[in-house]
């Protein structure tokens, strides 16, 4: 379990920054968090850490954006896939569209903004969970 506190915007994509130093091909990793809490600001953290130089935009409405990784990077990781299922009426829209391609496969991590909505799809999977939540001062981030 890591805890980090952030005051600003700027701090969050840090604190991505620094999660994606752990990751590997396969990786699942869950962001949980209110309306607002810095998920999306946490997944452009973390596509800068992997290499990433395109903009990242959330995915409310494509709901899964795919990006590649430059070659030669840490753990195998050829792409990242954001996925954001605040507008999802069910699993099954995810399954449509191709998720299980991605899902825990070793080439790809898989970053998914309100994953309550698809406890079908990852119950038996092992997941990175990362908890984010607003304080007085910013926001507090925990990863299990
Ligand atoms: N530590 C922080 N202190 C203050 N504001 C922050 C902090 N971290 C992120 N923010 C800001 O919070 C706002 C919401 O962030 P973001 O869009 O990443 O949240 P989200 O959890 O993805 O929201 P949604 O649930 O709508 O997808 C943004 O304006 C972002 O810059
Ligand atoms: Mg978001």
């Known amino acids: 379990m890591k805890e ?3 005051k600003t915007p700027k701090e969050t994509m840090a604190t991505g920054e620094s999660i994606a130093k752990n990751l590997h091909g ?18 452009k953290g973390i596509a800068t850490g992997l290499g990433i130089e395109d903009t990242i935009t959330s995915p409310t409405f494509s709901l899964m954006n795919m990006y590649e990784v430059p070659p030669n990077k840490q753990g195998g990781i050829q792409h990242v896939v954001h996925i954001d299922t605040y507008r999802l009426e069910s699993a099954q829209e995810l399954l449509d569209i191709g998720i299980e391609d991605y899902l825990g496969v070793k080439n790809t ?8 909505k698809i406890q079908s799809l990852l119950h038996d999977r092992k997941k990175i969970e990362v908890d984010l939540t607003h304080t ?9």
Do not use: F, M, Q
């Open 109 to 116: 991590v898989c970053i998914i903004e309100w994953p309550e």
């Open 136 to 144: 007085d001062e910013g926001r507090s981030i925990h990863v299990r």
């Open 4 to 6: 980090y506190t952030t």
């Open 26 to 43: 396969g990786n699942i990793v869950l962001l949980k968090g209110d309306l607002g809490a810095g998920k999306t600001t946490l997944v």
